[in-house]
């Protein structure tokens, strides 16, 4: 496989994990497991959590 190909198929990778659906147990587990976090006033585990399933949509992908 050359270089240019290998960019080829990272960027289809890359295309298809922004444009997948998240199925609705995970957004389920992610609603609870944020409002545990709360709860418990685990700030700094909450915003982690928070950004790794909503991301900043103000910043473009480089792809």
């Known amino acids: 496989m050359n270089s240019h190909?290998?960019?080829?198929?990272?960027?289809?990778a890359q295309k298809q994990?922004?444009?997948?659906?998240?199925?609705?147990?995970?957004?389920?587990?992610v609603r609870h497991r944020l409002?545990?976090?709360?709860v418990e006033m685990r700030w700094a585990d909450r915003i982690c959590v928070f950004e790794e399933f909503f991301p900043?949509?103000?910043i473009t992908p480089q792809l």
Do not use: C, G, S, Y
């Not at 190909?5 to 289809?12: A, E, G, L, S, T």
């Not at 409002?35 to 709360?38: I, Q, V």
């Open 5 to 12: 190909q290998n960019k080829d198929d990272w960027f289809r």
């Open 17 to 29: 994990k922004v444009h997948k659906p998240i199925d609705v147990d995970t957004l389920m587990w």
């Open 35 to 38: 409002m545990r976090f709360e």
């Open 56 to 58: 900043n949509d103000a």
